[in-house]
Protein backbone atom coordinates (compact mmCIF):
# COMPACT_ATOMS: atom_id res chain seq x y z
CA UNK A 1 0.00 0.00 0.00
CA UNK A 2 2.99 2.25 0.95
CA UNK A 3 5.26 1.46 -1.84
CA UNK A 4 1.72 2.40 -4.31
CA UNK A 5 1.37 5.68 -2.65
CA UNK A 6 5.12 6.52 -3.10
CA UNK A 7 4.78 5.37 -6.65
CA UNK A 8 1.84 7.38 -7.24
CA UNK A 9 3.39 10.60 -5.55
CA UNK A 10 6.60 9.93 -7.77
CA UNK A 11 4.45 10.06 -10.57
CA UNK A 12 2.55 13.26 -9.94
CA UNK A 13 6.32 14.41 -9.37
CA UNK A 14 7.05 13.53 -12.79
CA UNK A 15 4.02 14.91 -14.21
CA UNK A 16 4.49 18.32 -13.14
CA UNK A 17 7.86 18.77 -13.36
CA UNK A 18 7.15 17.90 -17.23
CA UNK A 19 5.09 20.88 -17.23
CA UNK A 20 7.50 22.68 -15.11
CA UNK A 21 8.97 24.05 -19.04
CA UNK A 22 5.76 25.17 -20.57
CA UNK A 23 4.17 26.03 -17.31
CA UNK A 24 5.59 29.61 -16.81
CA UNK A 25 4.48 30.22 -20.77
CA UNK A 26 1.05 29.00 -20.19
CA UNK A 27 0.53 31.35 -17.00
CA UNK A 28 2.13 34.28 -18.90
CA UNK A 29 0.30 33.89 -22.32
CA UNK A 30 -3.06 33.02 -20.31
CA UNK A 31 -2.50 36.06 -18.22
CA UNK A 32 -2.20 38.51 -21.23
CA UNK A 33 -5.17 36.63 -23.39
CA UNK A 34 -7.48 37.25 -20.15
CA UNK A 35 -6.34 41.02 -20.43
CA UNK A 36 -6.19 41.25 -24.10
CA UNK A 37 -9.59 39.80 -24.62
CA UNK A 38 -11.51 41.13 -21.42
CA UNK A 39 -9.96 44.40 -22.58
CA UNK A 40 -11.83 44.05 -25.73
CA UNK A 41 -12.43 47.90 -26.48
CA UNK A 42 -11.94 48.85 -30.07
CA UNK A 43 -11.77 52.71 -29.06
CA UNK A 44 -10.70 54.88 -26.28
CA UNK A 45 -11.94 58.35 -25.08
CA UNK A 46 -8.36 59.79 -26.15
CA UNK A 47 -7.90 58.74 -28.86
CA UNK A 48 -11.69 59.72 -30.15
CA UNK A 49 -10.44 63.42 -30.07
CA UNK A 50 -7.11 62.61 -31.57
CA UNK A 51 -7.03 63.87 -35.29
CA UNK A 52 -5.05 61.20 -37.74
CA UNK A 53 -2.61 63.75 -38.27
CA UNK A 54 -1.55 64.21 -34.35
CA UNK A 55 -1.59 60.49 -34.69
CA UNK A 56 -0.11 59.74 -38.01
CA UNK A 57 3.25 62.39 -36.61
CA UNK A 58 3.02 60.67 -32.88
CA UNK A 59 3.17 56.64 -34.01
CA UNK A 60 4.80 56.76 -37.55
CA UNK A 61 7.60 58.64 -35.58
CA UNK A 62 7.89 56.00 -32.89
CA UNK A 63 10.12 53.95 -35.43
CA UNK A 64 11.28 56.19 -38.61
CA UNK A 65 11.01 58.97 -40.00
CA UNK A 66 7.20 59.76 -41.01
CA UNK A 67 6.25 59.93 -45.10
CA UNK A 68 4.55 62.85 -46.14
CA UNK A 69 1.15 61.83 -47.24
CA UNK A 70 1.55 63.02 -51.10
CA UNK A 71 4.45 60.09 -51.10
CA UNK A 72 1.90 57.63 -52.44
CA UNK A 73 -1.21 57.39 -53.17
CA UNK A 74 -4.20 57.08 -51.89
CA UNK A 75 -4.09 53.31 -52.73
CA UNK A 76 -0.60 52.27 -51.47
CA UNK A 77 -1.67 54.03 -48.60
CA UNK A 78 -4.04 51.06 -48.10
CA UNK A 79 -1.45 48.59 -48.13
CA UNK A 80 0.95 50.56 -46.55
CA UNK A 81 -1.46 50.76 -43.46
CA UNK A 82 -1.62 46.68 -43.81
CA UNK A 83 2.06 46.18 -43.90
CA UNK A 84 2.88 48.59 -40.83
CA UNK A 85 -0.25 47.07 -38.99
CA UNK A 86 1.77 43.57 -38.65
CA UNK A 87 5.04 45.63 -37.60
CA UNK A 88 3.43 47.92 -35.58
CA UNK A 89 0.55 46.40 -34.22
CA UNK A 90 -2.26 49.35 -34.56
CA UNK A 91 -5.11 49.64 -32.85
CA UNK A 92 -7.82 49.74 -35.18
CA UNK A 93 -8.60 53.45 -35.07
CA UNK A 94 -4.95 54.28 -35.21
CA UNK A 95 -5.36 52.31 -38.71
CA UNK A 96 -8.47 53.95 -39.68
CA UNK A 97 -7.21 57.55 -38.57
CA UNK A 98 -3.82 57.59 -40.09
CA UNK A 99 -4.91 56.09 -43.40
CA UNK A 100 -7.65 58.47 -43.42
CA UNK A 101 -5.29 61.27 -42.83
CA UNK A 102 -2.79 60.09 -45.20
CA UNK A 103 -4.99 59.24 -48.49
CA UNK A 104 -6.51 63.21 -48.27
CA UNK A 105 -2.84 64.00 -49.40
CA UNK B 1 16.48 22.12 -51.77
CA UNK B 2 17.06 25.38 -49.53
CA UNK B 3 18.20 27.64 -52.53
CA UNK B 4 15.88 25.81 -55.27
CA UNK B 5 13.31 27.26 -52.32
CA UNK B 6 15.07 30.58 -52.17
CA UNK B 7 14.93 30.62 -55.84
CA UNK B 8 11.31 29.60 -56.17
CA UNK B 9 10.58 32.43 -53.49
CA UNK B 10 12.31 34.94 -55.61
CA UNK B 11 10.87 34.44 -59.08
CA UNK B 12 7.04 34.02 -57.68
CA UNK B 13 8.14 37.49 -55.69
CA UNK B 14 9.03 38.78 -59.00
CA UNK B 15 5.99 37.57 -61.52
CA UNK B 16 3.70 39.32 -58.70
CA UNK B 17 5.28 42.79 -59.08
CA UNK B 18 5.64 42.79 -62.61
CA UNK B 19 2.17 40.98 -62.98
CA UNK B 20 0.47 43.01 -61.04
CA UNK B 21 2.23 46.74 -61.00
CA UNK B 22 0.14 47.35 -64.32
CA UNK B 23 -3.20 46.42 -62.74
CA UNK B 24 -2.52 48.52 -59.58
CA UNK B 25 -1.64 51.32 -61.76
CA UNK B 26 -4.34 51.14 -63.56
CA UNK B 27 -6.77 50.50 -60.85
CA UNK B 28 -5.43 53.95 -59.22
CA UNK B 29 -7.07 55.90 -61.69
CA UNK B 30 -10.47 54.66 -60.23
CA UNK B 31 -10.93 54.83 -56.08
CA UNK B 32 -12.52 52.54 -53.96
CA UNK B 33 -14.68 53.77 -51.38
CA UNK B 34 -15.04 51.05 -49.17
CA UNK B 35 -12.37 47.91 -48.12
CA UNK B 36 -15.20 46.02 -46.80
CA UNK B 37 -16.85 44.52 -49.98
CA UNK B 38 -14.71 42.01 -52.67
CA UNK B 39 -14.86 44.07 -55.85
CA UNK B 40 -12.94 42.03 -58.81
CA UNK B 41 -10.19 43.62 -59.97
CA UNK B 42 -9.53 45.98 -57.65
CA UNK B 43 -6.08 44.48 -56.24
CA UNK B 44 -3.21 46.78 -54.94
CA UNK B 45 0.29 46.07 -54.91
CA UNK B 46 3.26 48.14 -54.32
CA UNK B 47 7.29 46.83 -54.13
CA UNK B 48 9.37 49.15 -51.29
CA UNK B 49 12.80 48.03 -50.02
CA UNK B 50 15.55 49.49 -48.98
CA UNK B 51 19.48 49.97 -50.27
CA UNK B 52 22.83 50.12 -48.25
CA UNK B 53 26.00 50.95 -49.57
CA UNK B 54 29.71 52.84 -47.95
CA UNK B 55 32.94 52.40 -46.75
CA UNK B 56 34.57 51.32 -43.63
CA UNK B 57 38.38 51.93 -42.02
CA UNK B 58 39.59 49.96 -39.56
CA UNK B 59 41.55 50.70 -36.67
CA UNK B 60 44.66 49.83 -38.36
CA UNK B 61 44.03 51.70 -40.94
CA UNK B 62 42.88 49.86 -43.84
CA UNK B 63 39.82 51.45 -45.63
CA UNK B 64 37.77 49.35 -47.90
CA UNK B 65 34.57 49.64 -49.89
CA UNK B 66 31.46 47.37 -48.17
CA UNK B 67 30.17 45.38 -49.73
CA UNK B 68 26.27 46.59 -50.13
CA UNK B 69 23.10 45.09 -49.59
CA UNK B 70 19.41 45.32 -50.83
CA UNK B 71 15.85 44.38 -49.71
CA UNK B 72 12.98 44.40 -51.90
CA UNK B 73 10.15 43.69 -50.50
CA UNK B 74 6.53 43.20 -52.10
CA UNK B 75 3.37 44.12 -50.54
CA UNK B 76 -0.21 43.01 -52.18
CA UNK B 77 -3.63 43.59 -50.27
CA UNK B 78 -6.81 42.32 -51.92
CA UNK B 79 -9.49 43.70 -49.20
CA UNK B 80 -8.67 42.08 -45.99
CA UNK B 81 -6.50 39.77 -47.32
CA UNK B 82 -2.46 41.09 -47.56
CA UNK B 83 0.47 39.53 -48.48
CA UNK B 84 4.52 40.30 -47.97
CA UNK B 85 7.72 39.35 -48.69
CA UNK B 86 11.16 40.65 -48.58
CA UNK B 87 14.28 38.90 -50.61
CA UNK B 88 17.39 40.21 -49.31
CA UNK B 89 20.82 40.32 -51.24
CA UNK B 90 24.47 41.12 -49.92
CA UNK B 91 27.87 39.61 -50.82
CA UNK B 92 29.25 37.07 -48.24
CA UNK B 93 32.25 37.03 -47.00
CA UNK B 94 33.51 34.96 -50.23
CA UNK B 95 32.65 37.60 -52.27
CA UNK B 96 29.55 35.76 -54.07
CA UNK B 97 26.08 37.01 -53.80
CA UNK B 98 23.98 36.08 -51.46
CA UNK B 99 20.29 35.86 -51.93
CA UNK B 100 17.82 34.74 -49.17
CA UNK B 101 14.01 35.24 -48.44
CA UNK B 102 13.95 37.68 -45.21
CA UNK B 103 10.06 36.61 -44.68
CA UNK B 104 6.98 36.14 -46.35
CA UNK B 105 3.26 35.62 -44.92
CA UNK B 106 -0.49 35.88 -45.67
CA UNK B 107 -2.26 38.20 -43.10
CA UNK B 108 -6.03 38.47 -42.84
CA UNK B 109 -7.24 41.65 -40.82
CA UNK B 110 -9.84 39.99 -38.76
CA UNK B 111 -10.76 43.21 -37.42
CA UNK B 112 -11.01 45.48 -34.22
CA UNK B 113 -7.71 45.44 -34.24
CA UNK B 114 -6.80 41.46 -35.01
CA UNK B 115 -4.56 39.98 -37.51
CA UNK B 116 -4.42 36.16 -38.11
CA UNK B 117 -1.07 35.53 -39.84
CA UNK B 118 0.92 32.50 -41.53
CA UNK B 119 3.78 31.79 -43.25
CA UNK B 120 7.41 32.85 -42.41
CA UNK B 121 8.16 35.72 -39.45
CA UNK B 122 11.74 37.69 -39.20
CA UNK B 123 13.34 37.92 -36.07
CA UNK B 124 10.56 35.91 -33.52
CA UNK B 125 11.05 36.78 -31.02
CA UNK B 126 13.69 38.87 -29.93
CA UNK B 127 11.23 42.03 -29.48
CA UNK B 128 11.85 45.02 -31.84
CA UNK B 129 15.41 44.83 -33.07
CA UNK B 130 15.92 43.49 -36.09
CA UNK B 131 12.43 43.58 -37.08
CA UNK B 132 11.56 46.39 -36.94
CA UNK B 133 14.82 48.96 -36.61
CA UNK B 134 17.22 47.04 -38.76
CA UNK B 135 16.49 48.74 -42.00
CA UNK B 136 19.15 50.85 -42.72
CA UNK B 137 16.96 54.38 -43.74
CA UNK B 138 15.53 53.61 -40.21
CA UNK B 139 18.29 52.81 -37.98
CA UNK B 140 21.09 55.84 -37.30
CA UNK B 141 24.13 54.04 -36.73
CA UNK B 142 26.02 51.82 -39.58
CA UNK B 143 26.76 49.46 -36.53
CA UNK B 144 23.99 46.99 -35.00
CA UNK B 145 23.76 45.85 -31.43
CA UNK B 146 26.58 43.52 -30.20
CA UNK B 147 25.09 40.13 -30.34
CA UNK B 148 21.72 41.04 -31.86
CA UNK B 149 22.37 38.72 -34.83
CA UNK B 150 24.55 35.89 -32.78
CA UNK B 151 21.71 33.86 -31.00
CA UNK B 152 20.41 31.94 -34.03
CA UNK B 153 16.79 33.52 -34.33
CA UNK B 154 17.18 36.31 -36.21
CA UNK B 155 16.62 34.40 -39.62
CA UNK B 156 12.96 33.86 -39.18
CA UNK B 157 10.88 31.14 -38.08
CA UNK B 158 7.57 29.47 -40.18
CA UNK B 159 4.35 29.08 -38.48
CA UNK B 160 0.99 30.85 -37.69
CA UNK B 161 0.53 34.01 -35.54
CA UNK B 162 -2.96 35.80 -33.84
CA UNK B 163 -1.80 39.49 -33.12
CA UNK B 164 -4.03 42.12 -31.74
CA UNK B 165 -4.29 45.52 -30.40
CA UNK B 166 -6.75 46.28 -28.05
CA UNK B 167 -7.12 49.99 -25.48
CA UNK B 168 -7.61 49.39 -21.72
CA UNK B 169 -8.65 52.36 -20.35
CA UNK B 170 -6.10 55.40 -21.77
CA UNK B 171 -3.86 52.43 -22.37
CA UNK B 172 -2.63 50.06 -25.18
CA UNK B 173 -2.13 47.08 -25.12
CA UNK B 174 -0.59 45.26 -28.13
CA UNK B 175 -0.14 40.94 -28.18
CA UNK B 176 1.37 38.07 -30.26
CA UNK B 177 0.41 34.59 -30.09
CA UNK B 178 2.54 31.92 -32.50
CA UNK B 179 3.40 28.71 -32.82
CA UNK B 180 5.99 28.02 -34.80
CA UNK B 181 8.89 25.10 -35.91
CA UNK B 182 11.57 26.76 -33.69
CA UNK B 183 14.94 26.88 -33.52
CA UNK B 184 17.81 24.46 -34.41
CA UNK B 185 20.48 23.64 -31.81
CA UNK B 186 24.51 22.72 -32.67
CA UNK B 187 26.35 20.51 -31.38
CA UNK B 188 27.93 23.06 -29.19
CA UNK B 189 25.26 24.65 -27.73
CA UNK B 190 24.41 27.07 -29.89
CA UNK B 191 21.03 27.76 -31.04
CA UNK B 192 20.69 28.34 -34.82
CA UNK B 193 18.08 29.36 -37.09
CA UNK B 194 15.39 26.98 -38.31
CA UNK B 195 15.59 24.87 -41.27
CA UNK B 196 13.31 24.36 -44.21
CA UNK B 197 12.17 21.28 -42.26
CA UNK B 198 11.32 20.74 -39.06
CA UNK B 199 14.03 19.05 -37.76
CA UNK B 200 11.78 17.29 -34.75
CA UNK B 201 8.38 16.85 -33.44
CA UNK B 202 8.66 19.92 -31.10
CA UNK B 203 7.11 23.51 -31.94
CA UNK B 204 7.79 26.69 -30.54
CA UNK B 205 5.38 28.51 -28.33
CA UNK B 206 5.34 32.53 -28.35
CA UNK B 207 3.78 35.56 -26.80
CA UNK B 208 5.07 38.87 -27.19
CA UNK B 209 2.81 41.24 -24.62
CA UNK B 210 3.53 45.05 -24.97
CA UNK B 211 1.74 48.08 -22.86
CA UNK B 212 2.02 51.87 -23.60
CA UNK B 213 0.73 53.33 -20.69
CA UNK B 214 -0.52 56.23 -22.40
CA UNK B 215 -2.55 55.69 -25.84
CA UNK B 216 -1.50 59.07 -27.17
CA UNK B 217 2.28 58.57 -26.65
CA UNK B 218 4.84 56.25 -28.31
CA UNK B 219 6.02 55.14 -25.05
CA UNK B 220 6.06 51.09 -25.61
CA UNK B 221 7.24 48.83 -22.95
CA UNK B 222 7.16 45.05 -24.42
CA UNK B 223 8.15 41.43 -22.81
CA UNK B 224 8.07 38.57 -25.16
CA UNK B 225 8.88 34.75 -24.57
CA UNK B 226 8.84 31.68 -26.14
CA UNK B 227 9.77 28.02 -25.60
CA UNK B 228 10.35 24.92 -27.14
CA UNK B 229 10.43 21.18 -25.53
CA UNK B 230 13.57 20.55 -27.74
CA UNK B 231 15.80 22.24 -30.29
CA UNK B 232 17.91 19.63 -31.59
CA UNK B 233 17.48 17.10 -34.02
CA UNK B 234 15.10 13.87 -34.16
CA UNK B 235 17.49 10.98 -33.14
CA UNK B 236 20.27 13.03 -31.56
CA UNK B 237 21.40 13.60 -28.71
CA UNK B 238 19.95 17.19 -27.82
CA UNK B 239 16.37 16.47 -29.35
CA UNK B 240 14.76 16.70 -25.63
CA UNK B 241 16.85 19.75 -24.77
CA UNK B 242 14.66 22.72 -24.16
CA UNK B 243 15.06 26.03 -25.22
CA UNK B 244 13.40 29.51 -23.00
CA UNK B 245 14.30 32.50 -24.63
CA UNK B 246 12.77 36.17 -23.13
CA UNK B 247 13.35 39.40 -24.49
CA UNK B 248 12.79 42.60 -22.99
CA UNK B 249 12.33 46.07 -24.78
CA UNK B 250 11.51 49.47 -24.62
CA UNK B 251 10.91 52.60 -26.72
CA UNK B 252 10.26 55.63 -26.62
CA UNK B 253 10.36 59.10 -28.91
CA UNK B 254 9.31 62.03 -27.37
CA UNK B 255 9.09 65.60 -28.89
CA UNK B 256 11.31 67.61 -26.19
CA UNK B 257 10.81 70.99 -26.98
CA UNK B 258 13.03 72.16 -24.41
CA UNK B 259 15.50 70.43 -26.70
CA UNK B 260 14.02 71.83 -30.18
CA UNK B 261 13.43 68.47 -31.31
CA UNK B 262 13.18 65.06 -30.49
CA UNK B 263 14.89 62.07 -28.76
CA UNK B 264 14.50 58.38 -29.49
CA UNK B 265 15.20 56.02 -26.73
CA UNK B 266 15.47 52.34 -27.36
CA UNK B 267 16.80 49.13 -25.73
CA UNK B 268 16.97 45.87 -25.38
CA UNK B 269 17.33 42.79 -23.48
CA UNK B 270 17.32 38.88 -25.33
CA UNK B 271 17.93 36.58 -23.04
CA UNK B 272 18.33 32.61 -23.97
CA UNK B 273 18.59 29.49 -21.42
CA UNK B 274 19.02 26.18 -22.83
CA UNK B 275 18.47 23.02 -20.62
CA UNK B 276 20.87 20.64 -19.57
CA UNK B 277 23.05 18.49 -22.29
CA UNK B 278 26.37 17.25 -22.23
CA UNK B 279 27.95 19.31 -25.67
CA UNK B 280 30.26 17.80 -28.25
CA UNK B 281 33.76 18.93 -27.01
CA UNK B 282 32.96 20.35 -23.99
CA UNK B 283 31.02 18.85 -22.55
CA UNK B 284 27.98 20.31 -19.86
CA UNK B 285 28.32 24.21 -19.52
CA UNK B 286 25.54 26.08 -18.15
CA UNK B 287 24.02 27.07 -21.25
CA UNK B 288 22.75 30.89 -20.34
CA UNK B 289 23.34 33.43 -22.94
CA UNK B 290 22.46 37.18 -23.75
CA UNK B 291 22.52 40.04 -25.57
CA UNK B 292 21.46 43.67 -24.77
CA UNK B 293 21.49 47.19 -26.29
CA UNK B 294 20.49 50.65 -25.13
CA UNK B 295 20.29 53.32 -27.92
CA UNK B 296 20.00 57.16 -27.65
CA UNK B 297 19.12 59.75 -30.45
CA UNK B 298 18.88 63.59 -30.73
CA UNK B 299 17.15 64.90 -33.63
CA UNK B 300 17.09 69.21 -33.18
CA UNK B 301 14.16 68.89 -36.11
CA UNK B 302 12.64 72.01 -34.80
CA UNK B 303 15.45 74.23 -35.06
CA UNK B 304 15.52 77.39 -37.52
CA UNK B 305 18.88 75.97 -39.50
CA UNK B 306 17.66 73.71 -42.30
CA UNK B 307 20.96 71.97 -41.81
CA UNK B 308 21.09 71.10 -38.32
CA UNK B 309 17.92 70.33 -38.31
CA UNK B 310 18.57 67.25 -40.44
CA UNK B 311 21.28 66.45 -38.31
CA UNK B 312 21.11 63.39 -35.73
CA UNK B 313 23.34 62.63 -33.57
CA UNK B 314 23.57 59.17 -31.42
CA UNK B 315 25.07 57.11 -29.23
CA UNK B 316 25.01 53.23 -28.29
CA UNK B 317 25.63 50.29 -26.09
CA UNK B 318 25.22 46.80 -26.24
CA UNK B 319 26.50 43.67 -25.08
CA UNK B 320 26.53 40.03 -25.51
CA UNK B 321 27.43 37.45 -23.36
CA UNK B 322 28.99 34.16 -23.89
CA UNK B 323 28.83 31.97 -21.63
CA UNK B 324 31.73 30.41 -19.24
CA UNK B 325 32.81 26.96 -20.90
CA UNK B 326 31.30 27.14 -24.28
CA UNK B 327 32.87 26.89 -27.48
CA UNK B 328 31.29 29.39 -29.63
CA UNK B 329 34.07 30.39 -31.65
CA UNK B 330 33.50 34.71 -29.92
CA UNK B 331 34.15 35.41 -26.50
CA UNK B 332 31.94 38.40 -24.41
CA UNK B 333 31.98 41.57 -26.21
CA UNK B 334 30.63 45.25 -25.30
CA UNK B 335 30.61 47.63 -28.27
CA UNK B 336 30.67 51.65 -27.99
CA UNK B 337 29.03 53.39 -30.61
CA UNK B 338 28.86 57.08 -31.40
CA UNK B 339 26.97 58.38 -35.00
CA UNK B 340 26.21 61.60 -36.69
CA UNK B 341 23.78 60.77 -39.51
CA UNK B 342 22.16 63.56 -42.04
CA UNK B 343 18.49 63.03 -43.03
CA UNK B 344 18.35 64.54 -46.94
CA UNK B 345 14.61 63.43 -46.46
CA UNK B 346 12.42 61.42 -44.43
CA UNK B 347 14.05 58.10 -46.66
CA UNK B 348 17.48 58.91 -47.36
CA UNK B 349 20.62 59.33 -45.08
CA UNK B 350 24.11 59.65 -44.76
CA UNK B 351 25.89 58.02 -41.62
CA UNK B 352 29.21 59.05 -39.97
CA UNK B 353 29.71 55.86 -37.62
CA UNK B 354 32.68 55.34 -34.69
CA UNK B 355 32.01 51.99 -33.34
CA UNK B 356 35.01 50.63 -30.69
CA UNK B 357 34.65 46.75 -29.65
CA UNK B 358 36.21 45.14 -26.87
CA UNK B 359 38.16 41.88 -28.66
CA UNK B 360 37.38 42.99 -32.25
CA UNK B 361 38.53 46.83 -32.21
CA UNK B 362 37.49 49.61 -33.60
CA UNK B 363 36.10 51.10 -37.10
CA UNK B 364 34.17 53.95 -38.87
CA UNK B 365 31.95 53.75 -41.13
CA UNK B 366 30.62 56.29 -43.82
CA UNK B 367 27.57 54.74 -45.55
CA UNK B 368 24.22 55.98 -47.25
CA UNK B 369 21.07 54.42 -46.48
CA UNK B 370 17.79 54.62 -48.93
CA UNK B 371 14.41 53.01 -48.26
CA UNK B 372 13.17 52.26 -52.43
Redesign the interface.
Known amino acids: MKSRGNEMKSMLKKFISRLH??R??LV??GI??A??VS?????????KN?SGA?LWA??C????????PN??????W???I??M????????P??DKIVAFLKQR | MKNGYTLLAGILLLLMGVCLAPV?RS??QS??SS?NTFSPGVT???LVGDFDFGASVTGKGNMQYDAPAVSL?N???MNKF?F?AAIGGEFADSGNPSIGVKFM?I?Y?L???W?L?AGQFDAMPFGRFP???D?S??WPLEATPKGMYALGLTDGDFGVML????????S??????YVTNGPTISDNGLIDAPTISDNNKFKM?G?R??ISP?????L?IGVN???T?GAGATGSAYERV?V?MWAFDF?Y?PTVESLNG?VRLRGQLNLVNVGHANWANTGYFKDNSSTYFAMLAYQPSMSENSFVRKLMFSTMLSHIQVPKGANWGRPSDTQYDLGLTY?FN??TNLKFNYSLTQHEGNAFFIHVGVQI
Open positions: GILFTSGLIAACTTTSPVVVQMKQTCHNAPPQFSPQQDVIAHKTYANLTQEQ | SMASSDKDLILYRFQNNLGNGERRTFPWIQGAQYLGNVIRSFFYVFSYALSNEAAYKPTNAFWWR
